[in-house]
């Protein structure tokens, strides 16, 4: 039992609250009538709920995002029919703008915009207390980090052994991009850099081996950047097998962090780069400031000289971008040899403002989550769902690693030699034939490559068959496709039954 239940529907189960962490964390002398409850978005309403009342807390609080807004909503509005004496606390992303337009901020008790880490302990003192007279909606004054309790002792040996385990040395983002929630947060704040280290010496001690670092600039104080990477790369010594990911600002790489980027093995290091687009009027409409030269400097040496997995970013959809500026973005990327490329549909974010140019560029968006744009001036609504379901098959074929070599035929051996016109005449075949963008398997996947390779583009069968057979073996099978064994050297056109282990998802991208 605890008077406290602090809860969230994570994505996944694989995801660890790490907002829920830093709520109890710095609740003070009340973490011990306090406890977390982590659910999952694919749970049921009702056994989230016979779960939250077994526990017969005094106070719920409850993490709301993009990700589970409706569901948390549903949540709410049960809890309350079924004990209207709980006190419902909401806070989170989702619920910190625009709020009085939501269903949830009519439900809960109370709601607290912005973070919440010292916010909610306060509220939950004066409530446990007995006053009556605390407001429904609560701005939280932005905490300095020195002021806060650190979470990482919360993270148990489930998460350490299971779990995307969140850490972050620092808050905030110093840009503006008009799409962007961390736009609203500023400014950027650190963590006291003795104590964050101290921590991820202990969860390494403890065990941990992949940290998801949520900084939205870590390159952006170089002397905190070198610190970080410089003890992680003693730490490789006796712990050879760390990953982490960082979000990079994508044209600030000086010399100082280059040197020490390019001594860390292969797979240790995954940086995601946003670069939305490369397109200058665009990036002045939304108030991005990015210089495209130092990128392209930057991404080249990531690439050839370092072990760095670089994933990328682009956006469809910004405004005064057509599908043809998108796509010539997107070529300037793949010549770039990023090993994956995300191709993601703006999202207009509560609180963003983004919504400026809705009149002028004609943005439509949709309005329940995620708030995926719907058209605009110039892309239409058709043009918007073939890019998704471009970008839905480039997850599937590109970025999944599972067909390095085959990829580059899509365009290699097609007129114009376009990446994106390329690929997404292949989408479209692709969805004319399967009629969905997802649950494609394997093996029938690799055959509709061949076909489209052999049959629409004419390519050399037996070029084409080799090429998918080398990718088809690095993915671990040890069979060889039916499809492929005539066009195949003899040696190889028996099934194979060897042992293969198949590499993390990383190494496939290692042509």
Same mark, same amino acid.
């Given at each position: 039992?605890?008077?406290?239940?602090?809860?969230?529907?994570?994505?996944?189960? &694989?995801? %660890?609250?790490?907002?829920? *962490?830093? $709520?109890?964390?710095?609740?003070?002398?009340? #973490?011990?009538? @306090? =406890?977390? /409850?982590?659910?999952?978005?694919?749970?049921?309403?009702?056994?989230?709920?016979?779960?939250?009342?077994?526990?017969?807390?005094?106070?719920?609080?409850?993490?709301?995002?993009?990700?589970?807004?409706?569901?948390?909503?549903?949540?709410?509005?049960?809890?309350?029919?079924?004990?209207?004496?709980?006190?419902?606390?909401?806070?989170?992303?989702?619920?910190?703008?625009?709020?009085?337009?939501?269903?949830?901020?009519?439900?809960?008790?109370?709601?607290?915009?912005?973070?919440?880490?010292? &916010?909610? %302990?306060?509220?939950?003192? *004066?409530? $446990?207390?007995?006053?009556?007279?605390?407001? #429904?909606?609560? @701005? =939280?004054? /932005?905490?300095?980090?020195?002021?806060?309790?650190?979470?990482?002792?919360?993270?148990?040996?489930?998460?350490?052994?299971?779990?995307?385990?969140?850490?972050?040395?620092?808050?905030?983002?110093?840009?503006?991009?008009?799409?962007?929630?961390?736009?609203?947060?500023?400014?950027?704040?650190?963590?006291?850099?003795?104590?964050?280290?101290?921590?991820?010496?202990?969860?390494?001690?403890?065990?941990?081996?992949?940290?998801?670092?949520?900084?939205?600039?870590?390159?952006?104080?170089?002397?905190?950047?070198?610190?970080?990477?410089?003890?992680? $790369?003693?730490?490789?010594?006796?712990?050879?097998?760390?990953?982490?990911?960082?979000?990079?600002?994508?044209?600030?790489?000086?010399?100082?962090?280059?040197?020490?980027?390019?001594?860390?093995?292969?797979?240790?290091?995954?940086?995601?780069?946003?670069?939305?687009?490369?397109?200058?009027?665009?990036?002045?409409?939304?108030?991005?400031?990015?210089?495209?030269?130092?990128?392209?400097?930057?991404?080249?040496?990531?690439?050839?000289?370092?072990?760095?997995?670089?994933?990328?970013?682009?956006?469809?959809?910004?405004?005064?971008?057509?599908?043809?500026?998108?796509?010539?973005?997107?070529?300037?990327?793949?010549?770039?040899?990023?090993?994956?490329?995300?191709?993601?549909?703006?999202?207009?974010?509560?609180?963003?403002?983004?919504?400026?140019?809705?009149?002028?560029?004609?943005?439509?968006?949709?309005?329940?989550?995620?708030?995926?744009?719907?058209?605009?001036?110039?892309?239409?609504?058709?043009?918007?769902?073939?890019?998704?379901?471009?970008?839905?098959?480039?997850?599937?074929?590109?970025?999944?690693?599972?067909?390095?070599?085959?990829?580059?035929?899509?365009?290699?051996?097609?007129?114009?030699?376009?990446?994106?016109?390329?690929?997404?005449?292949?989408?479209?075949?692709?969805?004319?034939?399967?009629?969905?963008?997802?649950?494609?398997?394997?093996?029938?996947?690799?055959?509709?490559?061949?076909?489209?390779?052999?049959?629409?583009?004419?390519?050399?069968?037996?070029?084409?068959?080799?090429?998918?057979?080398?990718?088809?073996?690095?993915?671990?099978?040890?069979?060889?496709?039916?499809?492929?064994?005539?066009?195949?050297?003899?040696?190889?056109?028996?099934?194979?039954?060897?042992?293969?282990?198949?590499?993390?998802?990383?190494?496939?991208?290692?042509?």
């Amino acid at each position: 039992m605890a008077d406290i239940l602090l809860t969230t529907l994570n994505a996944r189960f &694989a995801h %660890a609250s790490f907002g829920l *962490r830093y $709520l109890m964390a710095n609740l003070g002398e009340l #973490r011990e009538r @306090a =406890a977390i /409850l982590e659910f999952d978005i694919n749970q049921q309403t009702r056994d989230m709920l016979e779960a939250i009342l077994a526990r017969n807390p005094r106070i719920v609080g409850i993490g709301v995002y993009i990700w589970n807004i409706t569901q948390s909503t549903q949540l709410i509005a049960d809890l309350k029919r079924l004990r209207p004496n709980i006190i419902v606390i909401a806070g989170g992303p989702e619920i910190s703008y625009e709020t009085q337009e939501q269903e949830l901020a009519k439900l809960a008790d109370h709601i607290i915009t912005g973070e919440a880490d010292l &916010a909610f %302990a306060a509220l939950c003192r *004066r409530l $446990l207390a007995g006053d009556t007279s605390c407001e #429904r909606i609560i @701005a =939280a004054p /932005l905490p300095q980090m020195e002021d806060l309790a650190l979470p990482y002792d919360l993270y148990d040996q489930r998460d350490i052994e299971h779990r995307v385990v969140y850490v972050e040395a620092s808050r905030g983002c110093p840009f503006k991009c008009e799409f962007c929630l961390s736009s609203l947060d500023i400014p950027v704040r650190n963590a006291p850099l003795d104590a964050f280290l101290d921590a991820m010496r202990n969860l390494i001690d403890r065990g941990l081996r992949q940290f998801k670092f949520v900084d939205r600039t870590f390159n952006l104080n170089i002397a905190i950047g070198k610190r970080i990477l410089s003890f992680f $790369l003693d730490q490789l010594e006796s712990v050879p097998d760390l990953f982490l990911h960082f979000e990079m600002i994508p044209d600030r790489l000086p010399e100082a962090l280059r040197e020490l980027i390019a001594r860390f093995p292969a797979g240790v290091l995954q940086f995601e780069v946003g670069i939305q687009t490369f397109d200058e009027g665009v990036m002045q409409l939304i108030s991005r400031k990015q210089d495209n030269a130092k990128l392209e400097d930057n991404l080249r040496f990531l690439r050839e000289e370092t072990g760095v997995h670089v994933h990328a970013d682009l956006i469809v959809g910004l405004p005064g971008e057509d599908v043809a500026g998108f796509g010539r973005g997107f070529d300037r990327l793949v010549a770039m040899k990023p090993q994956e490329i995300q191709v993601g549909m703006l999202k207009r974010l509560r609180g963003t403002p983004i919504i400026r140019h809705d009149e002028t560029w004609g943005m439509k968006y949709s309005p329940t989550p995620p708030y995926e744009i719907l058209q605009t001036k110039l892309i239409d609504f058709a043009q918007i769902q073939q890019m998704r379901r471009f970008a839905k098959y480039w997850d599937t074929v590109a970025n999944s690693g599972n067909f390095v070599k085959t990829t580059p035929l899509l365009w290699e051996c097609s007129a114009g030699g376009s990446p994106f016109e390329g690929f997404a005449r292949f989408s479209e075949w692709l969805y004319e034939r399967v009629g969905r963008h997802h649950g494609i398997a394997l093996t029938n996947l690799t055959e509709y490559l061949f076909r489209y390779l052999t049959e629409e583009l004419n390519a050399d069968a037996g070029r084409v068959a080799q090429v998918i057979y080398d990718d088809y073996q690095r993915t671990g099978r040890s069979d060889t496709p039916p499809f492929l064994r005539p066009h195949l050297p003899a040696e190889l056109r028996t099934v194979d039954r060897r042992a293969i282990t198949a590499p993390r998802r990383q190494a496939r991208h290692l042509a």
